[in-house]
Nanobody
């Protein structure tokens, strides 16, 4: 029932920008907290940023000042604007619904930062 579909990943040079999107369905989007996670090969999946139903945001220290999480409730879509990208940002980025007892996940979208 819950479906989360990421898009917007790709290959970008260091210092460049990308905007990821997460289209949600099967939920009352405006009532849910949402988050972006990322996972590099051989590494744990880590929280990048989250946004509450009220619009409060939090960011991992590694992306503060460079990434911006937002949501458009009218479009049932969450975004991650990524600026000043670094090679260390290379990972699969996952959209997640932060439910009370579990996270729901999208399929992920690859972000590669390389010159």
């Amino acid at each position: 029932q819950v479906q989360l579909v990421e898009s917007g990943g790709g290959l970008v040079q260091p210092g460049g920008s990308l905007r990821l999107s997460c289209a949600a369905s099967g939920i009352i989007f405006r009532l849910n907290a949402m988050g972006w996670y990322r996972q590099a090969p051989g590494k744990q999946r880590d929280l990048v940023a989250f946004i509450t139903s009220g619009g409060t945001t939090n960011y991992a220290d590694s992306v503060k000042g460079r990434f911006t999480i937002s949501r458009d409730n009218a479009k049932n879509t969450m975004y991650l604007q990524m600026n000043s990208l670094k090679p260390g940002d290379t990972a699969v980025y996952y959209c997640s619904l932060l439910a009370s007892d579990r996270n729901y996940w999208g399929q992920g979208t690859q972000v590669t930062v390389s010159s």
